[in-house]
């Protein structure tokens, strides 16, 4: 048994809510409930607390939000107690803050780790979901709360022999939990999102040579990550309950002061300035320069050629410059990347950029990578080729709702929700930033905590009323699907093949899975449909 787990295992028990995932959203929700009184039970396949920073082990994993934001806000104490290193905080000391707060608000005496769940069926008669367990057990619960996670479900490429390969493979979203060790191997790469990103200047640090296998460049600005002056800090946390609300009343869940300008008003030196200072700046903040750049193609343009006249500027051979240079879609419409020192990693004698655009990847074989131009020998394999995004742990468990129709099936034509957090044909289920809110498009943290406060008002406003039963209707749902899509539809984010519109899994329908109308306008929407006697709901005994 992992420590502090329970040491009796559940089969037969039956509780009021069972919650899926010990992350932030399962953490924070198991909390929140157990202290109301309800009896909970959460189920997760990990060996320990963290979610997506028990899984995400890989060198030099970080969060692309800045710590102190990048944290909950539910505990003015555990806010005081805690202190965040670095401005951007690596992998280790975010699972050191999930343990720590497991273990501050004793939780895991009502987890189950080691334990995936393979089905949730709700049953009309008992109204009731029954739930099964791999290892073969039933529990059942009144409520059930997926806190899956948005990026849990990992993707191998879909190339013939991908099991092939005789070395190691890794892919960075399932790492060891041991340092792996380089040094002296030829490493090949597959992928260039956020993970490789993150992970290549380590990698390349140890290994004898690195072949990176780029399919789309991705767009990147410096992270400028530093450790925290205590002075920052101090101030920080003398001031959390204002900054924590401005993080709740912005568009994306961290706090930005002044409302930006737009670039098709502003002249050519203008945009220059503002581009430069927001560079300066760092990280995400960089989208925030102007209030059009992810609107107007004409604004958007201008930020794209700034962040590829900087890869030019980073990188010293002009034809690897321009091999890593987006242009196939607008900036900021694939999720923008964080780095620390990307770009410079490719002017290492030992690192090589492979086009697979151009020369796609034919076969993974027994010793390396064959494409249409050439044969790549390999001592270790490392997949960063990212996940199932948004819907791939749901699909995954088998899911089953009133009319006996699985959320797979429902979902054929893509994801259909009410508010991102229920589904009509599945009453008393609620994700948690599922697919139709803000979610990923936002600071997670700020979302989950909205979305377990808005579930656990609605679980005591239904025991208050001696309700056991909500459901979201298929006409809420209907037009839940349609406004998320129109939002979209606003925006240049459809035009890009990126993994918020399904297109990294083959067959997976494109529709722009997260909700753009901001957390700030969501969280109001979510607010008014409780107050309304959960409009769009239907509620019974
Ligand atoms: P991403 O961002 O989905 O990146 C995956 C990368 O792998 C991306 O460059 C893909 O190219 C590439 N890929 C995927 N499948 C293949 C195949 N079959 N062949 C070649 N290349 C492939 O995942 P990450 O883990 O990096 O980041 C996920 C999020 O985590 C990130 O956005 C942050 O929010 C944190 P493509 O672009 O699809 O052409």
């Not at 502090?4 to 809510?17: E, I, L, P, Q, T």
Request: hydrophobic letters at 40%; proline letters at 5%; a negative charge.
């Amino acid at each position: 048994m992992t420590p502090g787990s329970r040491d009796a295992r559940s089969d037969g028990a039956s509780f009021d809510v069972v919650i899926v995932g010990a992350g932030f959203a399962g953490l924070y929700q198991l909390h929140r409930l157990r202290d109301l009184g309800f009896s909970v039970r959460v189920f997760e396949a990990g060996g320990g607390v963290g979610g997506t920073w028990y899984w995400n082990r890989y060198p030099g994993a970080r969060c692309d939000i800045e710590s102190v934001d990048y944290s909950y806000s539910f505990s003015p104490e555990l806010e005081q107690e805690w202190t965040w290193t670095e401005r951007y905080a690596a992998q280790p000391e975010i699972l050191s803050y999930l343990e720590h707060v497991a273990d501050r608000f004793d939780l895991r005496r009502d987890i189950q780790f080691d334990t995936r769940i393979a089905s949730a069926h709700f049953d009309e008669a008992t109204g009731r979901w029954a739930l099964e367990t791999e290892a073969g057990e039933s529990v059942s619960a009144t409520y059930c709360v997926m806190a899956t996670g948005c990026l849990s479900s990992t993707k191998v490429p879909e190339v013939p022999g991908v099991d092939a390969f005789a070395g190691p493979t890794f892919h960075t979203g399932r790492w060891p939990h041991e340092p792996v060790d380089f040094t002296g191997q030829r490493v090949g790469v597959i992928g260039t999102g956020s993970s490789a990103i993150q992970s290549i200047p380590h990698i390349a640090r140890q290994a004898e040579s690195v072949v990176i296998f780029q399919r789309t460049p991705n767009f990147s600005v410096p992270a400028w990550n530093h450790p925290l002056d205590p002075e920052y800090v101090a101030e920080v946390k003398a001031s959390y309950p204002e900054r924590r609300e401005l993080c709740r009343q912005s568009q994306a869940g961290f706090p930005i002061t002044g409302e930006p300008g737009t670039a098709r008003e502003a002249s050519e030196e203008e945009r220059a300035e503002q581009f430069g200072e927001k560079w300066q700046e760092g990280g995400l903040r960089f989208l925030g320069a102007f209030a059009d750049l992810l609107i107007d193609p004409e604004a958007n343009d201008a930020a794209s050629e700034f962040l590829r006249s900087k890869i030019r500027e980073r990188v010293e051979d002009p034809e690897v410059a321009a091999l890593l240079s987006p242009s196939a879609y607008p900036c900021g419409t694939k999720r923008l990347c964080v780095d620390i020192g990307y770009y410079e990693t490719f002017n290492r004698d030992n690192v090589t950029l492979v086009d697979i655009r151009s020369a796609p990847i034919e076969e993974i074989t027994k010793t390396g990578v064959v494409t249409a131009a050439a044969t790549y020998e390999f001592d270790t394999l490392v997949f960063a080729t990212g996940f199932d995004a948004m819907t791939g742990a749901l699909s995954s468990i088998d899911i089953v709702g009133t009319g006996g129709r699985s959320l797979k099936e429902k979902w054929q034509e893509g994801p259909r929700s009410y508010l991102g957090l229920a589904v009509a044909e599945f009453p008393n289920l609620f994700l948690i930033t599922g697919p139709g809110s803000p979610s990923v498009l936002s600071n997670m943290v700020v979302s989950i905590e909205q979305h377990v406060d808005w579930i656990t008002d609605c679980l005591v406003h239904l025991r208050t009323a001696d309700l056991g039963r909500i459901e979201a209707t298929e006409e809420a749902e209907e037009e839940w699907v349609t406004l998320v899509a129109a939002v979209a539809d606003f925006t240049l984010f459809p035009r890009a093949n990126s993994w918020y519109i399904g297109a990294n899994v083959e067959g997976k329908p494109r529709v722009f899975m997260p909700y753009i109308g901001g957390v700030n306008t969501y969280r109001a929407q979510c607010d008014e449909i409780a107050a309304n006697d959960y409009a769009g709901f239907s509620l019974g005994a």
